[in-house]
């Protein structure tokens, strides 16, 4: 099994920066992807970006592309999400998430994707 704890989330003006962490433990060595999934209140979980495991292709929602970066450190078991230029509506709480299986393109972006989930992270943006 595999554990994941989400850390970083806050109360941030609108234009600043967060940077989200998502520690993985357990059997590690069995993850092929990792991602960045936000909930807002009363609206449906939506993917934000995606990483495999072991570097190569990212991906990113179209709402956050050029402001968000999502990285991971190998060493630590480790993905964060850098978020700069916020705005009101990335108000959400943010989860991790990860799986072992292969996936490509847009359907990595599934929720369904996902066997492994974080308890979430809240990010409030302040106007």
């Known amino acids: 099994q595999v554990q994941l704890v989400e850390s970083g989330g806050g109360l941030v003006q609108v234009g600043g920066s967060l940077r989200l962490s998502c520690a993985a433990s357990?059997?590690?060595?069995?993850?092929?992807?990792m991602a960045w999934f936000r909930q807002a209140p009363g609206k449906e979980r939506e993917p934000v970006a995606r990483?495999?495991?072991?570097?190569?292709?990212?991906l990113y929602s179209d709402s956050v592309k050029g402001r968000f970066t999502i990285s991971r450190e190998n060493a630590k078991n480790t993905v964060y999400l850098q978020m700069s230029s916020l705005k009101p509506e990335d108000t959400a709480v943010y989860y991790c998430a990860a799986d072992r299986n292969y996936c490509s393109g847009s359907e990595c972006f599934r929720t369904a994707e996902y066997e492994y989930w974080g308890q979430g992270t809240q990010v409030t943006v302040s106007s």
């Open positions: 357990g059997r590690t060595n069995i993850l092929y992807h």
């Open positions: 990483t495999a495991w072991s570097g190569g292709s990212t």
